[in-house]
């Protein structure tokens, strides 16, 4: 885990003076609705280039790590606050990305692991829109506890990571030890006797397993890089008047 993790915030942001009054006082950064609409669209379209490479990676062993190569993230790196730098094809030219790399604050949207996550469940969720489109495809009581043990699933996971991208590591891992255990609740949902009767419904789940076994394997390593920052020793020495 990096040292610079808990500094992954907006940079420009003026952190002497934690008001919120102050909140549009950010130095040079001043951007207008305009300007944080097309940052965030920039944002959506990173979560949807992951997915592309993750779908075409759907049968590699190593998916996870391949999607990562393929978007520039370094291996060790993806796993804890890299920041995306992988972007730069969408530009005109050499002085747009000095501009684009002067003018982007950095926000939790650029975390590799916020971008990989988004993306799994985006692909799980458009897909059990689709399959439900149909009411002979789902049993009407489980069109909903698949559903909603996704959402909590997937809303521990954003809270596990927002804290991860404040440094905050042992929130990190609690809130992603919950973000599992409603991940667990969700693939007893999915249960594979009554899915059997029905071939949109088996197909959804077999296609389903491997991308939730694929989030859970990324919090794993993530959860263990902060245990590790949490086991080593402060770099404070302690006051030996103490005593």
Not at 44 to 70: F, G, N, Q, T
Not at 75 to 95: C, I, K, R, Y
Not at 157 to 182: E, N
Not at 193 to 222: G, H, I, Q
């Amino acid at each position: 885990m990096q040292d610079n993790l808990s500094s992954s915030r907006m940079s420009n942001t003026n952190s002497e003076n934690p008001s919120d009054n102050d909140w549009d006082d950010r130095g040079e950064l001043v951007w207008n609705e305009f300007d944080w609409e097309r940052y965030l669209r920039h944002q959506d379209e990173i979560v949807l280039r992951y997915l592309a490479h993750y779908e075409k990676l759907s049968a590699h062993p190593e998916r996870l790590d391949e999607a990562a190569r393929l978007m520039g993230w370094g291996m060790e790196e993806w796993t804890s606050d890299g920041v995306l730098d992988g972007d730069d094809d969408d530009l005109d030219g050499p002085n747009d990305v000095d501009t684009r790399a002067e003018a982007e604050p950095y926000t939790l949207h650029k975390n590799p692991i916020h971008v990989a996550s988004r993306a799994i469940f985006l692909s799980l969720k458009r897909s059990w829109e689709q399959v439900t489109a149909d009411a002979c495809n789902v049993p009407s009581h489980l069109v909903l506890a698949y559903y909603a043990a996704l959402l909590r699933c997937e809303d521990q996971a954003m809270q596990a990571i927002s804290a991860l991208d404040f440094g905050d590591y042992a929130m990190a891992i609690s809130l992603f030890k919950r973000a599992l255990r409603d991940l667990n609740s969700t693939l007893a949902t999915l249960d594979s006797e009554l899915c059997e009767y029905s071939p949109a419904l088996k197909t959804y789940r077999e296609n389903a397993m491997p991308r939730l076994f694929d989030l859970r394997e990324v919090w794993l390593r993530v959860m263990s890089e902060c245990r590790e920052e949490l086991s080593r020793p402060s770099s404070e020495e302690p006051d030996g008047d103490d005593e």
